[in-house]
C-alpha cells in the first residue's frame, strides 16, 4: 500500500509542477525541471532527515521516468490559461495529503516518535511546493498569509495516529486521512480559510520598536 500512497503522490505533484510551469509559460526543459523538484524536493529532504540511502526516487528510478513522460504527455495537451489556473488546486491537494501520509508513515517505521513523524509528514507534503514558489519568483504559500496548506497535512498526520490508536487497521486510517487533508485543503483554498497573522503594519511597529 505504501508504494501506491507515494505513486500517487509523485504522479500528482508532477501534474501541480507542470501546470505551474506552464502558467509561469516555462519551456519543456523548464516544465520538466519544475515537475521533477515538485515531485521529489520533499521526499528527499525527508530521506535526508531520515539517513535513508538511497533516495526515495533513486530506489524506484520509474519514478522518474513517469515525471519525465508526464512532464511531455501534459505539455502537449492544449489548455486555456484559466483552465490551467483553475485545475491547479486539485493536484496540489492530493499530492499533499499522499505525500503527507506517506512521510509519516516512513518516519513511523524509522523509529521517530509520532510528533516528529507528524513534522516530517508535513515537510514531505509541503516541501516541493516550497521549491516550486521559489522558482517561480514568489514567496512561499507556506510562510505567508494563505488559505490553510501545512496545517492540513499536520492534522491529517494526527488523524491518522489517533484513528491507528483507536485500533481501527491501517489499511482504513491511512486513506481516511488522505482524504481528510485533500479535502480540508480544497475547502481551505475555496472558503479562504487562514491562520491568524501579524498585521503588517503591526510588524513594522514592532521592528521599530
Not at 507556506?142 to 490553510?148: E, G, I, K, N, V
Request: glycine share 8%; net charge negative.
Amino acid at each position: 500500500m505504501y508504494q501506491l500512497i507515494e505513486l500517487i503522490a509523485v504522479v500528482s505533484s508532477a501534474i501541480y509542477g507542470v501546470l505551474l510551469a506552464r502558467r509561469h509559460g516555462m519551456d519543456l526543459v523548464g516544465v520538466f525541471s519544475l515537475a521533477f523538484m515538485v515531485a521529489f524536493g520533499g521526499g528527499t529532504l525527508r530521506d535526508l532527515f531520515l539517513d535513508r540511502n538511497p533516495l526515495f526516487w533513486i530506489a524506484n528510478d520509474h519514478y522518474a521516468v513517469i515525471v519525465f513522460v508526464l512532464a511531455i504527455v501534459t505539455s502537449l495537451i492544449p489548455m486555456l490559461p484559466e483552465k490551467t489556473e483553475r485545475w491547479l488546486n486539485l493536484p496540489d491537494a492530493i499530492g499533499l495529503g499522499f505525500f503527507s501520509i506517506a512521510g509519516a508513515l516512513a518516519a513511523v517505521e524509522a523509529g521517530t516518535s509520532l510528533f516528529i513523524a507528524s513534522m516530517l509528514g508535513v515537510v514531505t507534503g509541503t516541501f516541493g511546493g516550497v521549491i516550486a514558489d521559489v522558482i517561480c519568483n514568489r514567496v512561499p504559500s507556506l510562510f505567508r498569509p494563505a488559505p490553510l496548506y501545512a496545517t492540513c497535512s499536520f492534522l491529517g498526520c494526527w488523524l491518522m495516529f489517533l484513528l491507528n490508536a483507536s485500533s481501527l487497521p491501517e489499511a482504513y486510517a491511512v486513506p481516511i486521512a488522505i482524504a481528510g487533508i485533500v479535502l480540508l485543503r480544497l475547502a481551505a483554498d475555496r472558503w479562504d480559510w487562514r491562520l491568524p497573522h501579524f498585521a503588517e503594519d503591526e510588524v513594522e511597529s514592532k521592528e521599530q520598536a
